[in-house]
């Protein structure tokens, strides 16, 4: 009996192996054949459902994408792939809450695992976007909310000014005055109750000084310098290597004949290793209520 499981066992890893392989030649239909024999053979391997559903993703059946991606998380909490992918398919499903609060969780999930993973960055760059439009769809709203009001009090002011000219004699003056301070102090309000939605500058305390972007992971270096999380990370494993006639160029680590050089502040210069760099939760929180306030600024260049 054990011999038969773990024949199927492999034999399902080797569908897994062809469905991969169907898929970078975008043959879909036979990748998804071939996952599904692997599902049926080992039905509690999530890798399995997470690559169906993505191909389904590339078919836009985001139905099929929801089921999948829903049975890997079942039997994977820790999925970054998995809540990735039932996010996606939320949103498309137009249930932009519950898909946001997955993607939030890949992301959490993923920048555990590994903060420079490009699953990472395409996670940030579907949950920007996604917060992007929630905060646009509420702003319109609030705008055409705020409009209505704001008519709504400057017709009643203006109705309060003719009344008042009728019943009050020789001081017409005087209640064209007032009149004129009180809707300018209403258009001062309903202005700066549109301040939030009103997209301005990013303040530089918020923003890496490598990418200039607002920061997703900031973490500190012993000089007080505050840095984007996977961008330090890349900056301190860069290499260089040298060649003929002093030619030099950044290559990838981990190859031979190469000098690292990356292993330094990249603004004090000091010497700098990544065990050395700590969360700055301070900066995180400030991030955070700043998105929460100003969702413009999720807007992706």
């Known amino acids: 009996m054990m011999k038969g499981v773990q024949s199927g066992t492999v034999q399902a890893e080797q569908l897994k192996q062809d469905g991969n392989l169907y898929f ?5 239909g036979a990748a998804i054949d071939a996952y599904t024999e692997a599902i049926t053979l080992s039905p509690n391997v999530s890798v399995y459902w997470t690559n169906r559903a993505v191909c389904y993703r590339k078919r836009n059946d985001w139905t099929r994408v929801e089921e999948d991606s829903r049975k890997a998380v079942e039997l994977d909490h820790s999925s970054v792939k998995g809540h990735f992918m039932l996010g996606l398919a939320l949103i498309q499903r137009e249930k932009p809450t519950q898909g946001i609060k997955e993607l939030e969780r890949a992301l959490e999930l993923g920048r555990g695992a590994s ?53 009050v004699e020789g ?60 961008v330090i990370l890349e900056h301190l494993e860069q290499t260089i290597v040298t060649g003929f006639a002093g030619y030099a160029a950044y290559r990838e680590p981990n190859r031979p004949y190469r000098n690292r050089v990356g292993k330094f502040d990249p603004i004090t210069r000091q010497p700098l290793f990544p ?27």
Request: net charge negative.
């Open 24 to 28: 970078k030649k975008n043959r879909l």
């Open 115 to 167: 903060p420079q993973s490009y699953m990472v960055e395409e996670i940030w760059q579907e949950l920007a976007k996604a917060k992007y439009s929630e905060w646009e769809r509420n702003s319109t709203k609030r705008t055409f909310d705020l409009q209505n009001l704001k008519e709504c009090c400057e017709a009643a002011l203006i109705d309060k000014h003719f009344r008042d000219v009728t019943e």
């Open 171 to 230: 001081f017409i003056d005087e209640v064209a005055n007032t009149t004129t301070e009180q809707l300018e102090a209403l258009n001062s309000v309903f202005s700066k109750a549109a301040e939030f939605d009103t997209p301005t500058e990013i303040p530089d305390y918020l923003c890496c000084r490598i990418t200039l972007d607002i920061f997703r992971d900031p973490v500190t270096a012993p000089s007080g310098f505050t840095y984007e999380k996977a």
């Open 275 to 301: 065990s050395q760099l700590v969360p700055n939760l301070a900066i995180k929180e400030a991030v955070q209520a700043f998105l929460e306030k100003h969702g413009w600024a999720y807007k992706m260049d």
